[in-house]
């Protein structure tokens, strides 16, 4: 793995990681009046395009952070979905 | 442009944006209690590698995308820092 691609991971690492306690705050609390579902979908469409991108430009790092993360939106959307109407 | 810019120019477009507003909540609210330090600070210098990535690779949407977010992620630890005590 060359250098640019070490300094990629640990962006990948260090974004994707504060995500999750977002995450698991919503998985746990169930409460979703903070979150926005319009951004949340405008972020995830995003992170989608990042995704497409970093496979384009052939990007282990891209690659790999934007599919962690695009798992961590997905989920917020389905909870903010799930859990608002309770 | 070329045809990917354009895609990545779509995706730092809607990751930007969806930052936006959290940024203006806390600053009209003063709010931060729901924002954890620690994380704030990783996702700083998260945003600030891919900066570098984005520059080390002369990828103009991750250079415009990066340099916006890392602005929104310093004013809010800004915030965080600034409003915590009071």
Redesign the interface.
């Known amino acids: 793995m060359n250098y640019?691609e070490i300094?990629?991971f640990?962006?990948?690492?260090?974004?994707t990681?504060?995500f999750l306690?977002q995450v698991y705050k919503t998985w746990k609390t169930k409460d979703v009046s903070?979150l926005?579902l319009p951004?949340?979908v405008?972020?995830f469409?995003?992170?989608?395009?990042?995704l497409?991108?970093g496979i384009?430009?052939k990007?282990p790092?891209m690659i790999s952070a934007n599919t962690i993360t695009i798992v961590s939106a997905f989920l917020l959307m389905y909870f903010k979905m799930k859990y608002e109407k309770r």
């Open positions: 640019i300094i990629g640990s962006a990948a690492t260090l974004t990681a504060a306690p903070g926005s951004m949340l405008m972020f469409v995003g992170i989608f395009l990042w497409v991108y384009y430009i990007s790092s």
